[in-house]
T-cell receptor, first 114, second 115 residues
């Protein structure tokens, strides 16, 4: 069965620290990959997505992610976090063929300390 | 980008009553919509796939008689929680893929509290 795993459940960083959140998926076919952010009390927002092409994708608010096909990974990075980045981050995968529902990871809670 | 709305955004009801949640795609047509449930501090779990003009497809463990889904038009899907109980209290989120885009657009969610 297809699954998405996020290794870090809760990450606490000081402002200006660098961030990397891990995401791995288990599916042998071609997939599209997403990172969503959910700020406290708000709905899901798309941070960035990968469909094809350059495996290093840039999203909003200074976030980027790198797709490494051989490792089935799509890690999220940001060189310098801000207090306003405090949120829940979800990695999600969708198969390019077949059912078009998203599979979500369990989420990573990021707390940035001012 | 495409917009998906949900109504209501928050509902409180008594145990045993039924609650209807609407999901609308505002500027595009969606033959398929997805319903998710998110418990506090947990990830989104797919409940069912709503298909316009046909029966919904439910995920394993989701009671189809309790969570009634109707996809009446290309822009509207409804989720009715029948005979709600406190354990049904959760955040319900719908999403819809826009034709030609392999991406989901999410509604803002509906917080259900069952007393």
């Amino acid at each position: 069965a297809q699954s998405v795993s996020q290794h870090n459940h809760h990450v606490i960083l000081s402002e200006a620290a660098s961030l990397e959140l891990g995401c791995n998926y288990s599916y042998g076919g071609t997939v599209n990959l997403f990172w969503y952010v959910q700020y406290p009390g708000q709905h899901l927002q798309l941070l960035l997505k990968y469909f094809s092409g350059d495996p290093l994708v840039k999203g909003i608010k200074g976030f980027e992610a790198e797709f490494i096909k051989s490792k089935f990974s799509f890690n999220l990075r940001k060189p310098s976090v801000q207090w306003s980045d405090t949120a829940e981050y979800f990695c999600a995968v969708i198969r390019q063929t077949g059912a078009n529902n998203l599979f979500f990871g369990t989420g990573t809670r990021l707390t940035v300390i001012p | 980008g495409a917009v998906v709305s949900q109504h209501p955004s928050w509902v409180i009801c008594k145990s045993g009553t039924s609650v209807k949640i609407e999901c609308r795609s505002l500027d595009f047509q969606a033959t398929t919509m997805f319903w998710y449930r998110q418990f506090p501090k947990q990830s989104l779990m797919l409940m069912a796939t709503s298909n316009e003009g046909s029966k919904a497809t439910y995920e394993q463990g989701v009671e189809k008689d309790k969570f009634l889904i109707n996809h009446a038009s290309l822009t509207l899907s409804t989720l009715t929680v029948t005979s709600a109980h406190p354990e049904d209290s959760s955040f319900y989120i719908c999403s819809a893929p826009q034709t030609g885009y392999n991406e989901q657009f999410f509604g803002p969610g509906t917080r259900l509290t069952v007393l």
